[in-house]
């Protein structure tokens, strides 16, 4: 039984969505600076809708001085100069509802960068109207507990959280137990204006022509909140507003609790590649599952996925992201065959997909690079996007030293050019896989899950309606046979397989789907 405070009208498109990340700095530069921009994006459109996804997850855009690669703003209504402007912006809205896709915006509601208007206000001594835009201590030798802190560099006696790195200071939420003086409700007047600015930054993206947000660290913003009540209660009073004014605007979380994130208004929550989630065992450990050596597990995965799945009522709205901006690429770990079978997981679990740029060619992690613009070691999984074969693999024409990150230099290096002319490539399963998901119900973001074997071969059946659909899932290098499996095959990637008499014969390195025909 749904509970009704779960209720709410979910936009139909996130039905079917299959969601691309666009990191913008690196997709596509169209005026030759060496850094990816909205125009560049827009010249892209179509080659994200031939791959088969509908929708896109940008990530922050807005004017920064990028110590954290744009997730530290210092202007929450001006996109930043290096892609374009507002209008621009628009423009990219405008062409994507052309081609029948959605666009979530990146939004930051946690925190700003040091260099925001509101920031250098709240560092003054005098009380004004910012002095509680943030999380100050009264005094200079107190520390926020659980939190770094910025101090020292103003007037103002106290010192100031900061979510991540020491340019970020934290956003004042309230806090949900006070026990110190200087903690304030969510409802004194400091916290009511920060979500009230929220709710306007929110208001100005979507009259422009967003579709929603991707919500950076949505269930930190309450502080002291162990339960997470205040952040839930927060965000209800987000969407109450979103339902009264925009109600098609769509909302995922960047959370890692499903069952905390929809009760709060959420309609798709991430699974994090950090925390309980177990997201790593499947592809980027020592021995990940997705690995043709057959040494992985992922039976922590299954329990802490199902255990997710029933706290959020079979509702079945948590995305698996192949990767994104924070971490390693698949391709660090796993070859473009291994890679396959991995993309065969992806793209028929529930919840809406994600694709992260280049991720459907395999491009690589580069190796070595010094850190840009607060990546360090992440830095190597934001290298410019692989378009051809041409100057700078088609990404842009500035000189090579001007690249917003340096390239993958390897001869053999992946490119869409290339592996769209290979209908063996990953690119053609990829592309293969999202059109088997977009045209069998079972499949969509909604169907419903049973695991029905854990181990090699992992075995689930997906069903919605009236039609099921059972997945195999064969990393390994040696075949294996499924028992009790009746219907047809719909489709299968890597080797061959069969089926006879309810038996299921599946090569290694290989995965099948299977239409239960009663």
Same mark, same amino acid.
């Given at each position: 039984?749904?509970?009704?405070?779960?209720?709410?009208?979910?936009?139909?498109?996130?039905?079917?969505?299959?969601?691309?990340?666009?990191?913008?700095?690196?997709?596509?530069?169209?005026?030759?600076?060496?850094?990816?921009?909205?125009?560049?994006?827009?010249?892209?459109?179509?080659?994200?809708?031939?791959?088969?996804?509908?929708?896109?997850?940008?990530?922050?855009?807005?004017?920064?001085?990028?110590?954290?690669?744009?997730?530290?703003?210092?202007?929450?209504?001006?996109?930043?100069?290096?892609?374009?402007?507002?209008?621009?912006?628009?423009?990219?809205?405008?062409?994507?509802?052309?081609?029948?896709?959605?666009?979530?915006?990146?939004?930051?509601?946690?925190?700003?960068?040091?260099?925001?208007?509101?920031?250098?206000?709240?560092?003054?001594?005098?009380?004004?109207?910012?002095?509680?835009?943030?999380?100050?201590?009264?005094?200079?030798?107190?520390?926020?507990?659980?939190?770094?802190?910025?101090?020292?560099?103003?007037?103002?006696?106290?010192?100031?959280?900061?979510?991540?790195?020491?340019?970020?200071?934290?956003?004042?939420?309230?806090?949900?137990?006070?026990?110190?003086?200087?903690?304030?409700?969510?409802?004194?007047?400091?916290?009511?204006?920060?979500?009230?600015?929220?709710?306007?930054?929110?208001?100005?993206?979507?009259?422009?022509?967003?579709?929603?947000?991707?919500?950076?660290?949505?269930?930190?913003?309450?502080?002291?909140?162990?339960?997470?009540?205040?952040?839930?209660?927060?965000?209800?009073?987000?969407?109450?507003?979103?339902?009264?004014?925009?109600?098609?605007?769509?909302?995922?979380?960047?959370?890692?609790?499903?069952?905390?994130?929809?009760?709060?208004?959420?309609?798709?929550?991430?699974?994090?590649?950090?925390?309980?989630?177990?997201?790593?065992?499947?592809?980027?450990?020592?021995?990940?599952?997705?690995?043709?050596?057959?040494?992985?597990?992922?039976?922590?995965?299954?329990?802490?996925?199902?255990?997710?799945?029933?706290?959020?009522?079979?509702?079945?709205?948590?995305?698996?992201?192949?990767?994104?901006? &924070?971490? *390693?690429? +698949?391709?660090? #770990?796993?070859? @473009?065959?291994?890679?396959?079978?991995?993309?065969?997981?992806? !793209? %028929?679990?529930?919840?809406?997909?994600?694709?992260?740029?280049?991720?459907?060619?395999?491009?690589?992690?580069?190796?070595?690079?010094?850190?840009?613009?607060?990546?360090?070691?992440?830095?190597?999984?934001?290298?410019?996007?692989?378009?051809?074969?041409?100057?700078?693999?088609?990404?842009?024409?500035?000189?090579?030293?001007?690249?917003?990150?340096?390239?993958?230099?390897?001869?053999?290096?992946?490119?869409?050019?290339?592996?769209?002319? &290979?209908? *063996?490539? +990953?690119?053609? #399963?990829?592309? @293969?896989?999202?059109?088997?998901?977009?045209?069998?119900?079972? !499949? %969509?973001?909604?169907?419903?899950?049973?695991?029905?074997?854990?181990?090699?071969?992992?075995?689930?059946?997906?069903?919605?309606?009236?039609?099921?659909?059972?997945?195999?899932?064969?990393?390994?290098?040696?075949?294996?046979?499924?028992?009790?499996?009746?219907?047809?095959?719909?489709?299968?990637?890597?080797?061959?397989?069969?089926?006879?008499?309810?038996?299921?014969?599946?090569?290694?390195?290989?995965?099948?789907?299977?239409?239960?025909?009663?």
């Amino acid at each position: 039984m749904e509970s009704k405070q779960w209720k709410r009208k979910q936009p139909k498109w996130l039905d079917n969505a299959i969601f691309y990340e666009i990191y913008p700095q690196s997709f596509k530069d169209s005026n030759g600076d060496g850094i990816g921009d909205f125009q560049g994006i827009i010249e892209k459109l179509d080659y994200i809708r031939t791959l088969g996804c509908n929708a896109i997850w940008m990530n922050p855009c807005f004017v920064s001085p990028f110590g954290d690669a744009g997730y530290d703003v210092a202007d929450y209504y001006t996109a930043a100069p290096r892609y374009g402007t507002n209008e621009d912006l628009k423009q990219l809205f405008d062409e994507v509802h052309k081609r029948g896709m959605h666009i979530l915006l990146d939004l930051v509601p946690g925190h700003t960068s040091v260099e925001h208007p509101w920031f250098l206000e709240s560092m003054k001594a005098e009380k004004n109207t910012y002095s509680d835009r943030y999380v100050w201590t009264d005094s200079i030798w107190e520390e926020p507990q659980g939190m770094g802190c910025i101090r020292g560099i103003s007037d103002r006696d106290g010192s100031c959280a900061v979510n991540f790195f020491s340019h970020q200071p934290a956003l004042n939420y309230g806090y949900y137990k006070i026990d110190r003086s200087w903690q304030q409700s969510p409802e004194d007047e400091g916290p009511q204006a920060t979500l009230e600015e929220l709710e306007n930054i929110m208001r100005f993206w979507l009259r422009l022509g967003a579709d929603g947000f991707r919500v950076d660290m949505a269930g930190s913003l309450v502080k002291n909140d162990e339960d997470s009540k205040g952040t839930i209660k927060l965000w209800q009073k987000v969407r109450a507003f979103l339902d009264e004014e925009f109600p098609d605007a769509a909302m995922v979380s960047e959370w890692g609790e499903p069952d905390k994130s929809l009760q709060g208004g959420f309609h798709m929550d991430f699974l994090l590649h950090f925390g309980p989630s177990h997201y790593n065992d499947l592809f980027r450990c020592e021995e990940p599952y997705f690995s043709s050596r057959g040494k992985g597990n992922i039976t922590q995965f299954v329990e802490k996925y199902l255990e997710n799945y029933e706290k959020s009522e079979r509702k079945g709205l948590i995305c698996i992201p192949s990767g994104n901006h &924070d971490m *390693d690429r +698949l391709a660090r #770990t796993l070859s @473009q065959q291994e890679m396959k079978i991995a993309f065969a997981f992806l !793209l %028929s679990m529930p919840g809406a997909p994600f694709i992260y740029y280049g991720d459907e060619i395999g491009m690589r992690y580069v190796e070595n690079l010094t850190s840009v613009e607060g990546g360090y070691n992440r830095t190597g999984s934001r290298s410019p996007m692989q378009w051809d074969d041409t100057e700078n693999a088609g990404f842009s024409t500035a000189p090579e030293e001007r690249l917003y990150i340096k390239q993958d230099a390897s001869a053999d290096r992946p490119t869409v050019a290339a592996q769209m002319a &290979d209908k *063996d490539s +990953l690119w053609h #399963t990829v592309n @293969q896989l999202i059109t088997l998901r977009l045209v069998n119900r079972a !499949l %969509s973001n909604c169907g419903e899950i049973e695991f029905l074997q854990v181990g090699y071969p992992l075995v689930y059946r997906r069903w919605l309606n009236s039609q099921s659909i059972t997945v195999i899932i064969n990393p390994a290098v040696s075949a294996a046979c499924v028992e009790g499996i009746p219907g047809r095959i719909l489709y299968n990637v890597g080797g061959s397989a069969t089926l006879a008499g309810g038996q299921c014969r599946v090569d290694g390195m290989s995965a099948v789907f299977i239409e239960d025909e009663e």
